[in-house]
């Protein structure tokens, strides 16, 4: 799968080698994609998320975002820059 991350003047991070995804929903609940699952428009709350790839783990802080998925591709809108655990993307 395909993941972007978007701030409304750029694109902050972007991976082509996307194998799974996780976040928690506005509603509390945990939301993991995996490839082919069914087009989804969510708002994910404050918090980590979790990409995972072929080789490594990722967790990336975020603000309250959209979430847009279709055709295997994630795309997260967010206001601000997000930050990784070592600091700023």
Request: cysteine-free.
């Amino acid at each position: 799968m395909k993941m972007q991350l978007r701030t409304p003047d750029k694109v902050v991070l972007e991976r082509n080698d996307v194998l799974s995804f996780s976040g928690t929903l506005q509603d509390e609940r945990r939301v993991t994609i995996l490839p082919g699952h069914a087009p989804l428009l969510a708002i994910l709350q404050k918090g980590n998320i979790t990409v995972k790839n072929g080789k490594a783990q990722e967790e990336i802080l975020i603000e309250e975002s959209i979430l847009k998925f279709r055709d295997d591709q994630i795309i997260l809108y967010v206001l601000d820059e997000p930050e990784s655990q070592e600091g700023k993307l």
